[in-house]
């Protein structure tokens, strides 16, 4: 008796569900049903949106493009606040829509075109731990105890590593002339780190000659005892501490003379240029996909409005029902 019962609440469930599942999709079926009247009813609105949208689309893709570009530098003689400061400024003036600044105190040709310029570091710990002694213990020490990874991207940490890449956003193709080499020029317009510059130059310059003095007088020393030995005729294979650490003096004063070669290229700017890639079409979301976007935006747009006024129509009889 009670697995009769049992089946015939199993087939009332069942057929409940039954119905339920087809009464929604029957108001499916009919919700469709009045969007495609919808469509059909207002088709021509809607064609002439679409054709206004294809066509405003494919116009401002052609003529609204905007271009990245990226320029690496190296802030020299410890300029990396001023150069962070200099690009903060311009930021703020291309912000305010100051092209009279841009254009008389920057250079810039066609300030307008300017949308954005913005600096972050590369991230290099190498040359960061080859600049001292102390980078080179202190990135241990970070190592050891886990931190590293947060450490190097902090920006008291970051600022100190040689090159950064500056990003710039304009309106069309920008050239060297009248974009890049206004903005290099600007950076490196500073008084200060222009007697800086000098100074630095200056002491390069007796370092060198002071190593190349101290490599000839140690390569003296060398061919002196090669000399002792072959007039001798034995073969002296020496020992001795303070000879080794002769040789190995030696050995960083070469090594220190070609990083000092490397830096004097690098001195002759305060904000040096190391390479840049310009002019790469910016495809983030809208941007060259106007074409698509604007269609589907007008007919959304119209779409609401039709609905926002059924919704009016609606209520307001509602309400002149009830009064």
Sequence with gaps: MKDKKFTDDQEID???????MGNALDGLNTKLFR????????????????????????????????????????????????????????????????TAYLKNVVGLKYPKKLLKIDIKPIVDVYPFANQSEYNFELLKVMAEDGSIDKIIKEPATSKNYPSHMIYLRTKDIATDATTIQPILKYLNNSAYYAKLQVEYQKNLKIKMVANDRI???????????????????????????????????????????????VAQVNYDKIVKEQSQDVNIENTEVTNGKMKLFLPILFIGLFVLVKLFIAFYKKQAAKEKKQA
Excluded: C, W
């Design 35 to 98: 969007m495609l009247q919808f469509f059909i009813k207002n088709i021509i609105i809607i064609s002439v949106l679409l054709v206004v949208g294809i066509g405003l689309g494919f116009y401002l893709d052609r003529t609204q493009k905007t271009y990245d570009h990226e320029l690496k530098v190296q802030p020299n003689f410890g300029s990396v606040d001023y150069l962070y400061g200099k690009i903060n400024l311009l930021e703020s003036k291309i912000e305010k829509g100051d």
């Design 215 to 261: 490599i000839a007088q140690i390569d003296g020393i060398l061919d002196q005892l090669g000399s002792n030995n072959q007039a001798s005729g034995q073969v002296y294979i020496n020992q001795n501490t303070q000879l080794n650490d002769v040789i190995d003096s030696k050995d960083k004063l070469v090594r220190e003379q070609g990083d000092l070669r």
């Design 14 to 20: 069942l057929d409940a569900l039954k119905q339920k």
